[in-house]
């Protein structure tokens, strides 16, 4: 069974539209000069940077008498009351799922947020896993938090599983360089920006999710990424030429007619800077991040596995290492993954051989007046 991940922020969500929509509401409800708005984009480095630090610059280029805290409680309700899934990006994995593929999320970050914005986005029912960092205590490019969500949509990361799963992301030294140590193909979404990283490159590279969903589901039989560098050839050509001559109704065909409607759909445009349009439901401010508005009870995304995360409680999901439910379809859940020879030293380093101790004699004022008249002496 072929497996598409996907990443969260910037890939199915248009996250940074979101801050910069925040950003504007913070501004503005503060007096603050509109034109800052760039100066906020800056230092919130599209999401990578710290929270308490982007909070803490703001409050000390401001002014601001509010404290970290509730900057941090307006700045997560207002985020996630600008964030949507375009339609587009629905379609996209709607294609997918009627050509077959299973469709899982790897997201790096903290688990609550991220949470939420798979629940009020509407993405649960439209994947079949999901893997959020903090809660699986692995981050890409670890590849195991991707064996990790192999498991949690159903299939069992053994074998050649690697060879039937792509990954699609926007972050390069995360979602390129994680698929490219975990043996996966990928694709870039590069947003208008650059390729810029020497040690490793894409199979692919596209615009926007529609496109790569398209690209995907065309070149399912592209040559993984080693194999590609070992014939010195363009990953991704080869692939989209034997998928040319599917028969009709087969797994390929209905890729290719699905990757067809995609690229006739694409939209090759960059993210928008303004507020998106979609979802805005509020959330009170003095709610438990991830809880559904209006009501006491947290929300849940079933993952193929048959585990059910909520946002509360301390590392929900860890139980795919230990234990897992049956799946709902597909192939029977293995044990958990060990970790990869790429998540942890060699072991023939061994530990490092402690240092000698030699004694040192400690230096007085007495030993320095001998030292001294000893100097005088000499001379």
């Known amino acids: 069974m072929s497996l598409l991940l996907l990443d969260l922020d910037n890939t199915l969500l248009p996250r940074d539209a979101a801050f910069r929509a925040w950003a504007q509401d913070f501004l503005a409800e503060r007096g603050l000069p509109p034109g800052d708005l760039d100066w906020l984009a800056t230092i919130d480095g599209g999401g990578y940077v710290p929270r308490s630090t982007v909070l803490s610059a703001a409050q000390r280029r401001y002014g601001l008498d509010e404290s970290l805290e509730l900057l941090l409680a307006h700045y997560r309700h207002g985020i996630n009351s600008h964030i949507h899934c375009p339609s587009r990006h629905i379609d996209a994995l709607r294609a997918a799922r009627d050509a077959g593929w299973t469709l899982g999320i790897v997201s790096n970050g903290s688990t609550r947020p991220q949470l939420e914005k798979i629940r009020r986005t509407g993405l649960g029912p439209l994947v079949d896993g999901w893997v959020i960092s903090e809660e699986a205590e692995c981050v890409k490019p670890d590849p195991l938090i991707f064996e990790i969500a192999a498991q949690r949509c159903g299939i069992a990361p053994t074998g050649d599983w690697a060879s039937h799963t792509w990954m699609i992301g926007d972050y390069a030294p995360a979602d390129i360089a994680g698929a490219e140590l975990a043996g996966l193909r990928s694709v870039w979404l590069h947003h208008g920006r650059p390729w810029a990283e020497p040690g490793y490159r894409p199979t692919l590279k596209a615009a926007g999710l529609p496109e790569a969903v398209g690209q995907v589901l065309s070149a399912r039989n592209a040559p993984g990424p080693r194999a590609a560098a070992r014939a010195g050839t363009r990953t991704g050509g080869p692939g989209r030429r034997r998928t040319a001559g599917a028969a009709p109704g087969s797994s390929s065909s209905r890729d290719l007619a699905a990757a067809a409607a995609l690229t006739g759909a694409r939209s090759s ?27 006491g009870a947290r929300p849940a995304v079933r993952n193929r596995s048959g585990e059910v995360a909520s946002s509360g409680g301390s590392h929900p999901m860890n139980a795919s290492r230990t234990t897992t439910g049956a799946p709902a379809t597909g192939t029977p ?19 490092r051989p402690a240092a000698p101790v030699t004694a040192v004699t400690p230096v007085t004022a007495v030993t320095v007046a001998q030292a001294v008249e000893t100097a005088v002496a000499s001379q």
């Open 269 to 295: 445009a960059q993210l928008s800077l303004s507020a998106p349009d979609g979802m805005r439901a509020p959330v009170p401010m003095n709610a438990t991040e991830g809880s559904a508005p209006g009501s």
């Open 333 to 351: 859940v293995a044990a958990p993954p060990s970790r990869t020879r790429f998540a942890a030293p060699p072991p023939r380093f061994g530990p």
